[in-house]
């Protein structure tokens, strides 16, 4: 066994000797390699410039180097052996593309540049053709159809994917599409999803063969530290082999399976660090994700210093994190680079951290044949410029400066050949080295790169910019002067609106949530004094029998009509269910039957106002939770009625199967101030629509009675008057749902 004792040259301090044998004790195989649980590997020592108190700093030597290599290399073959390493699927030629997937975005189905809900189709020229403009283009995309919808009703993650506009054929054709444009297609799985609908068989099975019926690529194993054996096996089984790509840190044996991983590095150090499955594995490929970042400069470095790639995701759950000009200009850079070089990338010879000569600037060298390649970044918040890197003379060879698309002049110095070349702030920087002539594709990247860096990446701005949300305009109703059949007037009043959304992630951070009419951008938390102008309000959310005069009226059928009215059979509603609200009904389907009825959907305010009055009550009919237990004393809790069905609201459902929603008259202690019935916990219901440049949302209010188990994932309820809830919207099709509905109103005189 290699012995563990530390070498003294890389301690600059006592202190530090003593830390480094304590962090030995625990690591039997390596100095320097972390545990499974940490995915980058330490850098050699002398690289870090200490801190005062700290010691000395001592200067790396060519012996320092390699010993840190050796320690590397000597980990790696030892590690194969214990976790019995088979390469083999790096070999399979239908995951071979994954080894230079360099760029993938995760991509929201409700992007607006995805699908066209007027015209209805997908539109993936439009959203491709904007990633090219903007930085370079993309590998592969990873399609996100589920979080944070699922779990609105009790479709499973492939019900929300079948959901999508076209079902089956339309996604065949949106798969070809991308593939037609030389982009991979993967779709998430989220083995938390254990409260919907069951699939009917073991998930492994599921997966595969819904993956080769659309002709997916691969699979993103959501919040999972390893996608099992399993599904590889599965997918091979039927012939179809999908590139399994686990969001969080795996184990070194799953390398084996998983030909792809995210790479979470929550700490983005000075001096680069080594990422741990890649250098386990050189064909494995990394997609550095840093979504909630504002600046990518980290992602891409550490991203290009590992000859590994980025996850691109600016649609984070409906919010824009937009890329920067700055960063949109460094990933076509580096992508250009790292798709003209992929062969080198996955060199088994692959040597980290090969000595330059300026502090701050690194580099990793890629040897293949008599070729090498060096990918370099400068850490360093200025210009460098002159001697920078030494590689041993040999006659004939040429050496080019890729990023620049120039050749260097070596200055020969004995057996040594020096190259010197500029690097700009926080920049980047490739030499290739060939003994012949570049081939095509060389020559054309080198001419490329030198008509992109005409202009310094310090040229372009690097500013972040907000996105700013409009509300879809609601049109007034003809006023009414009385009441009309079924509606409750609610008197104008000076209200105070205050209310929060309940999305599960984003913080408070600006684009969270939606933008009112009187805000300057999307946040979470608002409050705001409106004067509320008086109107009429359904008493009731509308029922399938109301919804069936409608459609016996105008023969309406939507353009797209799946999952339209999903419950019913033959044209009409289920028998019992006259007097439930109806479901399955798009914002749009929603807006069409108002129209008939000479009425509109409410703004939020206004249905907060109807539900809540001037008093700030949590619910409409007052302070007490019915969704606290009765069996468990709380002064919050709601009065246990003397029968159990006389509760306020339904009493929620939490199975698999979602049960269906109980009549719209069946709880009347639970009337608003105003006397308007089932607001809260029967269907969600539909108010206003949102709309920025890449997503459209729908303000939810009420809750329902499904609530989906097991998971934090799932959407979440705002039971309370102060919360609602924020639905992406895609296609009709993909936004009914068996748990929400409407209610009207109209204005009054």
Request: glycine share 6%; hydrophobic share 35%.
């Amino acid at each position: 066994m290699k012995s563990t004792r530390p070498s003294l040259r890389w301690c600059p301090a006592l202190s530090l000797c003593v830390a480094l044998l304590v962090t030995l004790a625990r690591a039997q195989d390596s100095h320097y390699v972390p545990s499974p649980a940490v995915q980058l590997i330490t850098s050699p020592p002398c690289l870090t410039l200490p801190n005062a108190w700290e010691g000395e700093r001592f200067p790396c030597t060519p012996f320092a180097h390699r010993e840190w290599l050796t320690d590397l290399n000597h980990w790696r073959t030892e590690r194969r052996i214990r976790v019995g390493y088979d390469p083999t699927r790096y070999s399979v030629p239908a995951l071979k593309w994954a080894q230079s997937s360099f760029i993938q975005p995760q991509m929201m189905v409700s992007d607006r540049f995805f699908y066209d809900p007027v015209q209805g189709k997908y539109t993936v020229d439009k959203y491709l053709d904007d990633l090219q403009k903007r930085y370079g283009g993309i590998d592969s995309v990873l399609i996100w159809a589920t979080y944070p919808n699922l779990g609105i009703d009790d479709r499973n993650q492939q019900d929300m994917v079948r959901s999508m506009p076209g079902g089956i054929e339309g996604l065949k054709q949106m798969v070809a599409d991308f593939h037609r444009r030389g982009v991979r297609v993967l779709f998430p799985m989220m083995m938390w999803d254990q409260g919907t609908r069951d699939p009917g068989k073991p998930w492994p099975d599921a997966v595969a063969e819904f993956m080769k019926q659309l002709d997916a690529d691969g699979v993103n194993g959501d919040t999972q530290d390893g996608v099992p054996l399993a599904f590889s096996l599965a997918a091979e089984k039927i012939d179809h082999p999908l590139a399994f790509e686990p969001e969080l840190g795996e184990s070194d044996e799953a390398v084996a399976w998983n030909v792809l991983s995210w790479g979470y590095y929550s700490d983005f150090k000075f001096v680069p660090q080594v990422d741990r499955y890649r250098w386990f594995e050189p064909r494995h490929m990394v997609h550095v994700c840093d979504r909630w970042s504002r600046s990518k400069t980290d992602n891409l470095q550490f991203a290009f210093f590992n000859g590994e790639g980025w996850e691109s995701w600016e649609n984070i759950w409906g919010i824009w994190n937009g890329i920067t000009p700055r960063d949109s200009e460094a990933t076509r850079r580096v992508a250009t680079m790292e798709r003209a070089f992929a062969p080198f990338l996955i060199s088994a010879e692959w040597e980290p951290f090969y000595p330059m000569h300026l502090y701050g600037v690194f580099a990793s060298r890629w040897p293949l044949g008599d070729q090498t390649l060096w990918t370099i970044v400068n850490r360093n918040e200025y210009d460098v410029s002159g001697r920078q890197i030494t590689v041993p003379y040999k006659s004939g060879m040429r050496y080019f400066d890729v990023y620049h698309g120039v050749e260097l002049k070596p200055a020969i110095e004995a057996d040594q050949a020096v190259l010197s070349f500029p690097i700009e702030a926080r920049g980047y920087g490739a030499i290739f080295a060939t003994p012949s002539e570049p081939d095509a594709t060389i020559r054309q990247t080198l001419d490329k790169m030198k008509e992109l860096t005409a202009k310094p990446l310090s040229s372009f701005s690097n500013e972040w910019q907000k996105t700013l949300q409009r509300i879809v305009d609601i049109p007034a109703t003809k006023p009414a002067r009385t009441a009309p059949d079924g509606m409750v007037r609610i008197d104008g009043s000076d209200y105070l609106f205050i209310v929060r959304g309940m999305e599960i992630e984003g913080d408070n951070d600006v684009d969270v949530d939606v933008q009112y009419p009187w805000e300057n951008s999307p946040r979470r938390y608002h409050e705001h004094r409106i004067e509320i102008k008086p109107f009429y309000m359904d008493k009731y959310p509308v029922t399938n029998a109301e919804f069936k005069k409608f459609l016996d009226a105008t023969h309406y059928r939507p353009k797209d009509d799946l999952n339209f009215l999903k419950d019913w059979q033959g044209g009409t509603y289920p028998e019992g269910s006259a007097n439930r609200p109806v479901t399955w009904v798009s914002i749009e389907d929603a807006r069409e039957y108002a129209k008939w009825a000479g009425k509109r959907l409410p703004h939020e305010w206004e249905w907060q106002y109807a539900a809540q009055g001037n008093d700030q009550r949590h619910y409409p009919w007052g302070n007490c939770d019915w969704t606290l237990p009765p069996t468990v004393p709380n002064p919050l809790a709601c009065p246990v009625p003397a029968d159990p069905k006389d509760t306020v609201a339904p009493i929620p459902d939490r199975g698999r199967t979602m049960l269906a929603a109980s009549d719209v008259n069946a709880h009347p202690r639970g009337a608003s101030p105003f006397g308007v019935m089932d607001m809260v916990g029967n269907v969600w219901q539909w108010t206003d629509e949102y709309v920025d440049e890449h997503t459209r949302a729908a303000i939810l209010r009420g809750g329902s009675h499904y609530q989906p188990q097991g998971s934090m994932w799932y959407f979440p309820q705002a039971y309370q008057n102060g919360e609602h809830a924020k639905l992406l919207l895609m296609a009709p099709s993909y936004d009914r749902s068996g748990a929400v509905g409407f209610r009207c109103v109209k204005d009054a005189e």
